[in-house]
Each structure stands twice: as C-alpha cells, then as structure tokens.
C-alpha cells in the first residue's frame, strides 16, 4: 500500500511538472511564421577586391581581413590556424563572403554595413533564390557603420517592413537572420538587454544591445521584433574571446532610416555638432553644481570657433535637456544633437549659477574630424605659490600657455604634495581655470578661495590636462 502511495504521488508530481512545462512552453513565442515571411528579403553580401596576400593568406577558409573592425580580425586570427609564411603576391580579385544585408524596397535598394562593403572594387548580392545580382554602392556612412546599396532586376523583389526602434522595450524578444561564417539566413532569437549604448568607437549612435547570438557575417543583417518588423542592424558584438559572450549590439532602425535618406539624396550623412567636450555627472559634481540628483552633460570645454563659441553656452552649464529630449547621461547629448539637421535653431534647458535657465543656440556641422583638442607642453612659470590646504604648489600661466590652451584665466600646478590634490589624482602641469565653480584668474585669488573652501560637502574643480578640459570634485574635512 506504501508503495502505491508513492507511485501515485510521483505520477501526480509528473504531471504537474509537465502542465507547468507545457504552460512555459506555451509563453515562449514562435518564430516560424515570421522567418518564413522575412527571409526572402535577407541577402548575403561579399566583395571583391585585389589585395596582397599575407601569412594568415594560406589559413583554409580564412576570409579576408581587410575593412573588417578589430574584433572580428582578432576573432578570425584567434580561429583560424596559420598557414605556412609565404611572401606578399598580388593576387587576382575573389568573392570574399563578408556579411549580411536586407532589401528595403522592391525596386531593388538594399541595407548593410559599411564595414562589410568598404573598399570593396565589386560587390555581390546573392538572394534568398541562389540569384547573385552585382550592386552598386549609393552611399556609405562610417560615422553610423550602415551602407546603401542597389541592385537592378525585372521584377518586384521581396522586401522587409520598418518599425519603430523607439518603441523597444529591454526584456523584449528579438531575432536575427543573417550568415554567420557564411552559413545563410541562420535564425538566433534573444531579448533586448538595453537601449541607448555608447560605445568607444562611436559616440552618435544610441546601440540597442542584446543578447542575440551574433558572429563575422551577420553583420549588416536585420533585428526583428515579434511583428516581424526590422527594429535594428546588427552591426557589432564585445567579446574577450574573439566568439560570443552574450553582448551584442545594432544600429537602431530609427537612425538607420534617417541615414538612408540622406544617402540617396546626396550619397552622404551630416550631422548636428554643438562643438562641446561633456563629462558624466556623478553624485559629487551634482552636490558641487546644485542638482538634486546626478543627471545632466556637463560643459568640460568649448571646441573655439564652434556652435557653442559662438552661441551663449558657458563652460561649467550642465545641459539637462536638449530640443525637448532629456539628458540624463552624458552619453544621450550626441545621440540627440546628431539627429539634429545642422543651421536648426535648438532650444536648450541648462544648470548655471545653481539656477535653470533657456538657451537658444544653432546647431553645426559634424566636421569629419572632430579630434579638435590640441595639447602643449607647458612653458617655463614664474616662481610658485604653495597652498598648503589643498597641498598643490601652482604658479602663474605664461603668456605662451595661455596661448597654447586659448584660455584667458587659469593657474598651472607646479608640484602636488600630500593631500587633497594628490587623493583626487591632480597632476604637475595641469592647469585649473576654476574652484568651486568661481573662475580662476590669479595664484593669490586661488589661495584666497582655498582658503574659504567649505567643509564636508562636495567642490568641484575644472581641470585641463593634455588639452583636454573636465571636472573633478573633492570634500574637505574639517
């Protein structure tokens, strides 16, 4: 009779294990009507180019290397084993399978990334029917990584629908077709893990990341969202491995359509610029500058000759919202300006003086090299001062520093001794230009401020070291 009991009770358990199992199988959704409807309009994309051979040229299967982003070069020299050293020949152009790509419209007009076709001397589309069709390249962006093609056929192609990228939500499901290692229209599904990612390499596109398995070759394919809709362009991944790890990130479909626009138009991309160099404001800066909570850009430094030169925006302003879009992190400052048409008159709400106030300012042009910072070693100073409380000896600015920097007020630190300065990471030859939100024009006004410092609440201070301008913040005890 136990044994019975236990038979039953193992069988009831079963089964609620299996309505519980079946319930979760029922919640996740199912993909295949909507790979069915959007693979047709999912291309593969190669090139081809004429190039020297390398030692890595005699790897088996080993694609070519050139225009492809470090990560995946380092991916594929980690992947593939070497072949035997040979010396550089020229070789004759070759179909080199470099990534993936979607048909936007039936006449022909097809999406991808720049890295995948940049360089390229021809490039091939083959379609979802095994067709290979040459493209023309329309424009190129590498600002965004996205690239504009166009092939001519007879007849009506297959193509995707846009969505919205704006209405994604982190934590909702998304898929990718593409050819990873030339393997065409795998399918791999996903969630969307975080919206408005800034990466180092480039700062004016606001990345959807996700957890979608992407690898070399499904670079220029679509992100869908459950309508089937394309949401993204799955452009990079962050690996330490040279393969997956879980962090994938695309170029939102929102961006994306703004810079197929302009290509077609004029084969290019411009972008709004204020011409700022802007810090993230943390808990101490927000103390120092009077906001309730860290949010904000803060204005670090000010391109000369730029928008903001030229317009009423300060150094030290913390930008909190720009053309009615908030800034929360320094980051959302590019994104917003860069979608921004240059000459267009924006309204920008600012922090200065512990007060909110309206700013109107006209928005630039994106130079192609925005690198405008220059650094300079400093010249000889005249004798230091020492101050003792913050423990940093500075001297006056010569006329040729100021030059140098294109500053008309400041001090030059000389020596930095045990103390504050040292605990904050100050540095000799960094220049200050204000304390405690005051600028600085003198060593003797300098000594007077820190002097008058107040204790045990943040104070920031405006730093320029190689050229570059930002804010530090420190506490003084009492």
């Not at 909507?34 to 790897?59: C, D, F, K, Q, Y």
């Amino acid at each position: 009779m136990f044994l019975l009991k236990r038979m039953m009770a193992v069988t009831v358990a079963t089964a609620l294990l299996g309505w519980q199992s079946l319930g979760m199988a029922q919640s996740l959704p199912d993909f295949t009507d909507l790979v069915e409807e959007v693979s047709p309009a999912v291309v593969n994309i190669s090139t081809s180019r004429a190039a020297t051979s390398s030692p890595m040229a005699g790897a088996p299967g080993m694609p070519d290397l050139e225009g492809m982003p470090p990560i995946f070069r380092e991916f594929f020299e980690h992947s593939f084993p070497q072949g035997p050293q040979q010396q550089p020949r020229q070789q004759q152009p070759s179909p080199q399978s470099l990534g993936s790509g979607f048909i936007l419209s039936k006449d022909g007009y097809i999406l991808t990334n720049n890295h995948v076709v940049e360089g390229a001397d021809e490039i091939f589309v083959r379609l979802s029917d095994r067709r290979e069709l040459l493209a023309k390249l329309v424009g190129a962006d590498p600002r965004s990584d996205l690239a504009l093609l166009k092939i001519e056929t007879d007849e009506d192609l297959p193509s995707v629908r846009i969505g919205k990228s704006s209405d994604l939500k982190p934590g909702e499901w998304v898929l990718a077709i593409g050819s990873p290692f030339g393997f065409d229209h795998s399918v791999t599904a996903g969630i969307v893990s975080a919206k408005g990612r800034s990466l180092p390499t480039e700062n004016y596109v606001p990345f959807i990341q996700t957890d979608v398995a992407i690898n070399p070759g499904n670079s220029g394919g679509p992100l869908l969202n459950l309508k089937g809709e394309v949401v993204g362009i799955n452009s990079q991944i962050f690996t330490r491995s040279g393969g997956f790890m879980g962090l994938s990130f695309a170029i939102p479909a929102d961006v994306a359509m703004d810079v197929v626009e302009q290509l077609k138009v004029s084969g290019s991309v411009q972008r709004g610029w204020l011409g700022v160099v802007v810090q993230e404001i943390n808990k101490d800066l927000a103390e120092s500058f009077g906001l309730p909570k860290p949010a904000g850009a803060l204005v670090a430094q000010i391109m000369p000759g730029g928008p903001a030169d030229e317009g009423s925006l300060e150094v030290g302003d913390v930008i909190l919202e720009f053309d009615g879009k908030e800034i929360n992190m320094s980051s959302d400052l590019p994104h917003a300006v860069g979608r921004v048409r240059p000459g267009t008159e924006a309204s920008l709400v600012v922090m200065r003086d512990k007060k909110r106030r309206t700013i109107e300012l006209k928005v630039g042009a994106l130079p192609e090299d925005d690198a405008v910072a220059a650094s300079s070693a400093p010249a000889e100073a005249v004798p230091s001062v020492a101050s003792n409380r913050l423990g940093v000896v500075v001297a006056e600015l010569t006329e040729q520093q100021r030059e140098a920097l294109d500053i008309s007020a400041g001090i030059a630190v000389r020596e930095v001794r045990q103390g504050p300065a040292a605990m904050v990471g100050l540095r000799p030859g960094d220049v200050v230009t204000s304390l405690d939100n005051q600028q600085i024009e003198s060593v003797k006004q300098f000594e007077q401020l820190t002097e008058k410092l107040p204790t045990n609440r943040s104070v920031s201070m405006r730093v320029i070291r190689e050229g570059r301008a930002s804010y530090i913040t420190f506490r003084l005890a009492d």
